[in-house]
């Protein structure tokens, strides 16, 4: 491994204190104190833009931009609104210059995750139930800050290993820490003090053979896989395509999701049918 466990602890250590409007509106937001979360959110500019990015964004849908925090705060809902902040935590660490996902936008990508995975975990369960998990969810999309800085350090070997080596991110990721993006999330969730079953459902997340005893855990799990897989599928997130091996047994699993089964599975049979025409040319 060319990045040990510790230089990775050390990297999350390395994210600058909260700013103590962050922490106060944390913590109205747990006491349900939207108006005072309100006013905390509105004492830091670079806090406010950031939830103002996600609520404006075309995953939420508004004609009209949405301009104040109290309001924007009731669109989320208070869960999703921690996850956000949550998120905001871990993005401290973000780049000043993104080295490897230039062209990635981040809060779109951000917003789309959590906003598709709240939709999808209620449609499957219950909204009792996103509640629980709603911390997990905000952790993953952030730990790609966390990639893209401990890769770009590593910026010259990662792009020799992509055009000699033929290896993609993700198998660059596993090669360099010897984890995935979602083991990786999990050390995160931990720096963050999420609660152990929040910790625990990140890496279940990969769903690597989605052989989960929990029937609950097994259907986030399994439904999470599947948004994220159905995200990364889109043009605009493709690079980051790589951190997650499709496994199509969660289709059995997360089965009130018809409209994204239906998508992938179009999807993954065009991209089988693009690969046999690519073999078949060579």
């Given amino acids: ?76 809902g208070l869960e999703m609104a921690r996850g956000v902040l949550l998120s905001y935590m871990v993005t401290l660490l973000m780049p000043k210059e993104w080295k490897l996902f230039k062209d990635l936008d981040f809060e779109e990508f951000q917003s789309a995750f959590l906003n598709y995975s709240k939709d999808a975990i209620i449609l499957e369960l219950d909204e009792v139930t996103y509640k629980k998990y709603s911390d997990s969810i905000a952790i993953i999309p952030a730990t790609i800050c966390l990639v893209d800085d401990l890769l770009g350090e590593k910026f010259e070997q990662v792009q020799l290993l992509r055009e000699s080596g033929g290896l993609d991110y993700g198998k660059i990721l596993k090669r360099f820490t010897g984890m995935t993006l979602f083991e990786l999330a999990s050390i995160v969730a931990k720096k963050w003090e999420l609660d152990k079953e929040n910790v625990e459902l990140v890496k279940l997340v990969e769903c690597s053979s989605c052989f989960i005893k929990d029937r609950v855990k097994k259907i986030v799990g399994a439904t999470l896989h599947l948004e994220f897989f159905y995200l990364v599928s889109k043009p605009q997130f493709f690079e980051l395509n790589s951190f997650i091996e499709f496994n199509p047994e969660v289709l059995k699993i997360a089965i009130k999701n018809y409209h994204l089964h239906i998508q992938i599975l179009i999807m993954i049979l065009y991209l089988l049918h693009k690969k046999q025409h690519h073999l078949t040319e060579v």
């Fill in 1 to 76: 491994m060319l990045i040990s466990k510790l230089e990775i602890i050390k990297k999350i250590a390395e994210i600058p204190p909260l700013p103590q409007s962050v922490k106060d509106t944390i913590h109205y937001l747990k006491i349900g104190e939207l108006q005072k979360a309100a006013d905390s959110a509105d004492s830091d500019i670079v806090l406010k833009q950031r939830i103002s990015k996600i609520v404006n964004s075309a995953y939420f849908g508004f004609s009209e931009k949405v301009t104040n925090t109290r309001q924007m705060f009731s669109i989320m």
